[in-house]
């Protein structure tokens, strides 16, 4: 190479010995919850490593010791899932297993790839014949002779070969030879793109040469249902931009009875490379920067292919831009995987820099990077295709008679014309002497793929598979959503096009490892359903392999954990809307059941609909409350609770209600009070101390199953302490009959989920000195960062921004993924009030209904919820005239309710109101905020900024808006500290 080249685009831009160096300093990173399980290692501790010869100019490679069972303890490169991302391949001599290596082209087979293998280039030009004697006539005929020989050579094991015919040079000489030796042949051409002569020349070709010929139009959903369907097989990943029309040509044949396919891959490498213009221009471009993450997200400039792919190549090494196509650049493979890896990617040049550096000239260093990604990617995406079909490969052009006589016999310029610089001056020759012209020979054949229709139909399905494996690329689920309407540009489409292809391998990867110690589990926890069974996690999931990180950061943002899923990565919950006998861990679906348009809308006689519901609500009271000795009611001197007040006094006079008194409200007390005493119960109130209250918290949660963060858990943790105090066996809580009677939408909340944009704004709107004391100013700023569904759930919480700050990583958008799975639903459905009602299901079954069941268990309580019987609930579902779950007129709900208790009561000063059991969040900040900051050190690992952001609002916990947030962090905090340190004795990720 000359002293200018190797200056100007080697030496500026990569240090060998530097490179080698990253290499050699660097440990193998680690996958984050892949690591490889103990007994992977076997007694000898090499005999998972393994070695595959794959080269398409030796024999067939022979996958067959890629067995599930290895695949499944095989632990998972990391840095070459990032080779996938920055490059579409795969580094060789690596795989995408530590244990795997390939020997490919440039690399002995006879030497151990585990070691530290020398890559040496095949095809120098101080090899090639310096010959220019012989006619062109001559040189052809030679050519047409091998080449024939080798077709047929390549294809002797293949009973019905099909040709993959672009109309370009190297499928076009193929076609001839077929013609000649194997006329059974079948072509087929892929139309993935626009190219107007592609199918012309690939149809004149075959019809001239009496070759059948058949055309496949891209279908980009159909040809990524095939690679799903495929993947399962496929021995090893690329992500080849060609990939995806590999497997659907693949399928095709295989459906029409082909056996083998022939490709026209292997030439380029002997005959060499003739650089031109643009790419000279494009590897000086490439310098290596590092230009901030999202200059091709600009408004306008974002939708420009051409300034996209001219950022991207500025940010690239000069020699990974002669690899083809438009990949992720270092600083978004880094924001994908959450870490610094793009380095230790780049520093597997560090192989290939000697033999590049000693190219002779432009086009030799070409043909050298070249080789590299044709040998990963070019071959590999048939290699790989093939065998998950039972299919074989056919390569003539590497057939080692054909291949040594071009390299050592023919004459420069049979290879590269002197002038015009054309490559492969011999294979148009022979070309011509069939054709005179042919319209797309002039030009480089290829199997275009529709990248952009990609991206249209498969964008939800690929968005599933990111939030899937975000424990590998917790950056994928926010690029998707960041780019989604940028897909129209080629540029940003080939970066999702490589999510799609990567992205459901980790997972089927994932799936394939062995599980924990312990099972899968799955509880059924819904009161609608009977009562739940927390024996497989007592004592607080002690034997539970991992904490869930993605609920933690739901617990954050909402107060509770989405449904299915739990604090731990192996224990899903069926609540209801889910049906229990299906596999939460797969992917369940959700339904709701109570949708107004099943509602009965006739109306009966009044009086009579009463005196049923106090039937069968007296019926549901006892039969709940059958195994509880000593029965004590939460009564908050509401709706719920009153009727149900009135219900016990009748079956269970035993019964205690006990009120909580954790706010301002005037009427709360003397509301309960007033029921108690008239129908005759004993009554008992608890003044919130919220010091008390989190001491008794903490002396639970080491026996607490699982973690909800509901803005009511401390006072339900308080109460039920009290309650087994004083020889109470069992709570009867008065939640469960919102959602069948209907929860109307009314004005407040129409504004709210209107003002909810989804925004992000930065922290210190709500930090400044005047807005960051005001509790409603807080609240509205907050109200327009969150999504308009999530807005509908209760209480203050972190903000989407916050939440990525304390877990040191973009992580809310994982959580805020998880509504993915109730959106069809609510979508469905006609109003808003179903919509309310939808959304509180969602919140009631993981924060209402956990955060009684989760307490009571722990102290050995139980809990019985009456409204949630089925015989009442469906008598009133479908029974129930529409105007006496909510009055027409005024809009407000539970009429019924309000009638049966109007039989018994003429007025009660609380009971137009809503109840609850608040708890004094400010006050908790008051008393406690030493204590939980001490429990942000002891969870730095998991949440590193919680303790920043402790101090950073210390003073301002006096705003029940920043209180609140205090709360879920008391809350969570001591869990992480309790069960992450546990899960970390036993060998689980206790850093989550």
Not at 438 to 465: E, T
Not at 476 to 489: H, P
Not at 707 to 730: E, H, K, P, R
Not at 816 to 825: G, Y
Request: charged share 25%; with cysteine.
């Amino acid at each position: 190479m000359s002293q200018h080249m190797s200056s100007s685009i080697v030496a500026s831009e990569l240090d060998c010995d530097a490179l080698a160096a990253s290499q050699a300093a660097r440990p193998p990173l680690q996958p984050p919850s892949m690591s490889e399980p103990a007994d992977a290692i076997t007694a000898d501790g090499e005999a998972r490593r393994l070695q595959i010869a794959m080269s398409p100019y030796l024999d067939e490679p022979d996958f067959s010791a890629l067995t599930d069972e290895y695949k499944a303890g095989a632990p998972l490169d990391l840095v070459s899932v990032a080779d996938l991302l920055r490059n579409a391949f795969v580094y060789t001599p690596h795989s995408i297993y530590r244990d795997l290596k390939l020997a490919t082209p440039g690399f002995d087979p006879q030497h151990d790839m585990h070691g530290q293998p020398e890559f040496r280039y095949q095809f120098h030009e101080s090899g090639r014949s310096q010959r220019h004697d012989g006619t062109n006539v001559d040189w052809v005929e030679k050519y047409h002779q091998l080449l024939c020989d080798a077709f047929e050579a390549s294809c002797r094991e293949i009973r019905s070969p099909w040709l993959l015919q672009s109309g370009g040079k190297d499928s076009t000489p193929l076609a001839i030879a077929a013609a000649e030796v194997r006329p059974e042949t079948h072509c087929i051409t892929y139309l993935g793109g626009s190219e107007e002569n592609e199918i012309a020349s690939a149809t004149l070709v075959a019809e001239k040469l009496g070759l059948r010929h058949e055309t496949l139009i891209c279908n980009p959903g159909r040809a990524y249902d095939r690679y799903l369907e495929l993947l399962p097989r496929m021995p090893l990943p690329t992500a080849d931009f060609a990939l995806l029309s590999y497997v659907d040509l693949a399928t095709t044949i295989a459906g029409e009875g082909g056996d083998g396919i022939i490709d026209g891959m292997g030439a380029d490498g002997y005959f060499g490379a003739s650089v031109q213009r643009r790419e000279r221009m494009l590897s000086w471009l490439a310098r290596g920067l590092r230009l901030p993450g999202r200059a091709t997200e600009l408004p306008l400039l974002g939708r420009n292919f051409e300034f996209c792919y001219l950022m991207s190549t500025l940010q690239m090494n000069p020699l990974e831009r002669v690899f083809p196509g438009s990949r992720f650049t270092d600083a978004e493979v880094d924001e994908l995987f959450g870490l610094e890896i793009s380095e230790q990617s780049r520093a597997r040049l560090a192989p290939f820099l000697s033999e590049i550096e000693s190219a002779a000239n432009l086009d030799e260093y070409w043909a050298i990077t070249s080789s590299i990604s044709g040998i990963a990617g070019g071959f590999a995406k048939g290699l790989y295709t093939a065998p998950a079909l039972s299919l074989r490969m056919a390569y003539p052009f590497c057939d080692r008679a054909l291949r040594e006589w071009v390299y050592t016999q023919l004459p420069s310029e049979q290879r590269i014309d002197p002038v015009t610089r054309a490559n492969k001056v011999l294979v148009r020759r022979h070309i011509a002497t069939r054709f005179a012209h042919l319209p797309y020979v002039a030009r480089k054949g290829c199997f275009r793929f529709d990248l952009c229709g990609l991206a249209r139909q498969r964008f939800d399905q690929v968005h599933d598979f990111a939030v899937q494996a975000h424990d590998l690329l917790p950056g994928a689920v926010t690029w998707l959503e960041r780019n989604r309407k940028r897909m129209d540009n080629k540029y940003h489409a080939s970066r999702f096009y490589l999510l799609a292809v990567v992205l459901p391998w980790l997972v089927q990867h994932s799936q394939r490892r062995p599980q924990s110690q312990q099972a899968r589990v799955q509880i059924t926890m819904s009161p609608y359903y009977g009562r739940p069974d927390f024996s497989a996690v007592d004592g607080g999931g002690r034997r539970r392999s991992r904490l869930d990180e993605v609920s933690m950061a739901d617990l954050l943002r909402n107060g509770f954990v989405y449904p299915p899923h739990s604090v731990f990565e192996d224990v899903k919950l069926a609540t209801f809307g889910f049906d229990p006998r299906h596999d939460m861990h797969d992917e369940p679906q959700f339904h709701f059941n109570f949708r107004d348009s099943g509602k009965r809308a006739e109306g009966d006689n009044e009086e009579a609909t009463v005196a049923e519901y106090h039937r069968l609500l007296c019926e549901a009271f006892e039969r709940s409350c059958a195994k509880i000795g000593q029965p004590w009611l939460l009564q908050s001197g509401g709706k719920d609770s009153t009727t149900l007040a009135i219900a016990a006094a009748e079956v269970r006079p035993d019964t205690v209600c006990i009120t909580y008194l954790g706010g301002r409200e005037e009427n709360e007390i003397a509301s309960a009070h007033a029921v108690a005493s008239r129908l005759g119960l004993r009554h008992e109130v608890l003044t919130c101390d919220p010091g008390r209250a989190y001491d008794r918290y903490l002396a639970m949660l080491p026996q607490m199953p699982l973690l909800t963060a509901d803005f009511a858990l401390l006072s339900y943790a308080d109460m039920a302490t009290t309650i087994a105090a004083q020889n109470g066996d069992g709570t009867v809580d008065g939640l469960g009959s919102d959602i069948y009677f209907g929860t109307p939408m009314h004005s407040q909340h129409r504004v709210l989920s209107w003002l909810a944009r989804d925004l992000r704004l930065p922290r210190w709107l709500t930090e400044l000195p005047l807005l960051g004391r005001s509790f409603k100013a807080c609240y509205l700023l907050s109200t327009l960062q969150m999504d308009p569904s999530e807005r509908l759930f209760p209480g203050s919480r972190f903000t989407n921004s916050e939440v990525d700050e304390i877990f040191g990583r973009e992580i809310a958008t994982l959580s805020k993924a998880r509504l993915a799975s109730f959106r069809s639903e609510i979508a469905s459905v006609p109003s808003s009030d179903d919509w309310k009602a939808i959304t509180l299901t969602i919140s009631e079954a993981a924060g209402g209904f956990a955060k009684g069941l989760y307490t009571a268990s722990a102290l050995g309580l139980q809990v019985a919820y009456p409204f949630c019987d089925r015989v009442l609930r469906d008598w009133v579902y479908r029974q129930v005239p529409s105007d006496q779950h909510v009055d027409p007129v005024t809009r407000a709900n539970k009429a019924l309710v309000r009638r049966h208790i109007a039989t018994r009561f003429e007025r009660l000063p609380y009971v137009e109101h809503k109840g609850c059991f608040r708890f004094d969040l400010r006050g908790l900040a008051q008393q406690r905020f030493d204590q939980v900051h001490a429990f942000a050190a002891e969870a730095r690992d998991v949440l590193p900024g919680a303790a920043g952001w402790l101090e950073r609002n210390r003073g301002r916990l006096g705003n029940k808006y920043h209180a609140s947030k205090f709360y879920l962090l008391a809350v969570v905090l001591p869990w992480i500290a309790c069960h992450g340190a546990q899960d970390a004795d036993q060998g689980g990720r206790g850093d989550v």
